[in-house]
């Protein structure tokens, strides 16, 4: 005689694979999440970051908050931070360019330095002031391009200790 099993051992067990579906889901759905509140934070820095120049509105006038930043935003490039998925989710600001294009004014804390995928900085021959320590959050930073501005003071304490 072959029993049948127990109705409670398959409810639980239907009942564990039901939760770890969900639990599954909700985890892709915060990731998802997470990776596009970055993007939008690179933005709100680089917004930040043009807001302080003073003739940001004839030089970047391509960077607007309704524009997509990966593919219409001037000098700037995105790429997949996660290498292993390369999903467009995990797409993060990871180079700003901006040479040569007469860019005055200062680039204050809490602008580029809250852009912490940033791996190539690009702003020489143009006439910046100042010299935020903050870029020592861009933990990612490998090429700085600074020459030729009008930075004067000294440089961050804690330069020599830069990823760079």
Known sequence: MVSSPAPHRFFSVSLISTLSLFFHVFLLLISD?????????DAQALL????NLD???TKLSSWKNVTDICVSWVGVTCGAVNQTTGSSSDQRVL???LPGRSLYGSISEGTLGKIDS???LSLHHN???SF????SNCA???ELYLHNNDFSGPLPSDFSAWPI
């Open 48 to 51: 930040a970051f043009k807001n």
């Open 95 to 97: 180079a700003l360019r």
């Open 127 to 129: 006439h910046l002031k």
């Open 132 to 135: 935020p320590s903050d870029l």
């Open 118 to 120: 940033l791996q190539v």
């Open 140 to 142: 990612s930073l490998r």
């Open 55 to 57: 003739n940001n509105a």
């Open 33 to 41: 999440h997470c990776a596009t509140a970055n993007l939008q934070n």
